[in-house]
């Protein structure tokens, strides 16, 4: 509490020299990627774009790296470095767009009638119906 009326009060942790924790942090979690060396780049970038919030990225792309497979975490920082994205949630975005996109082709299969395990469906012939029983079957309705 400051003494006196009209002093302003003044938050010291604005003061604080937060550099060195942020370093730390930095090298914490490019420790978790196969490739350091290309996440400080990476990292410094969103450093560089968002000093103010450049703790909470980190944050939330440990949280990302944790549960993702690290080859996919690779990938991911390169197209990220390449295309200048510096954003965490922009990064989980691209994450989980590629692995649902993944999940989407483990599921399609291709189907071939002509492959060689279908081929007694290729040469079968469709009944066909005669025309006079849809007229009956008309006729029947109309009446």
């Not at 082709?105 to 060689?116: E, I, Y």
């Not at 025309?131 to 009956?136: G, P, R, T």
Request: aromatic share 4%; hydrophobic share 40%; glycine share 2%.
């Amino acid at each position: 509490m400051a003494s006196g009326k009209g002093v302003k009060i003044v938050n010291t942790d604005h003061k604080r020299d937060k550099s060195a924790a942020i370093a730390e942090m930095i090298a914490q979690v490019s420790s978790l990627t196969q490739d350091p060396q290309q996440a400080i780049d990476w990292f410094t970038i969103i450093k560089a774009a968002k000093p103010r919030y450049v703790r909470d990225q980190l944050l939330l792309i440990r949280q990302t790296i944790e549960k993702t497979d690290p080859v996919v975490i690779t990938k991911t920082i390169a197209y990220c470095l390449l295309n200048n994205i510096a954003s965490a949630v922009d990064f989980n975005a691209i994450i989980t767009q590629q692995q649902r996109s993944s999940t989407v082709m483990d599921k399609v299969r291709p189907l071939n009638p002509l492959s060689g395990t279908h081929l007694q469906h290729a040469t079968m012939e469709p009944e066909k119906s005669a025309i006079e029983d849809y007229q009956a079957i008309i006729e029947k309705s109309s009446r």
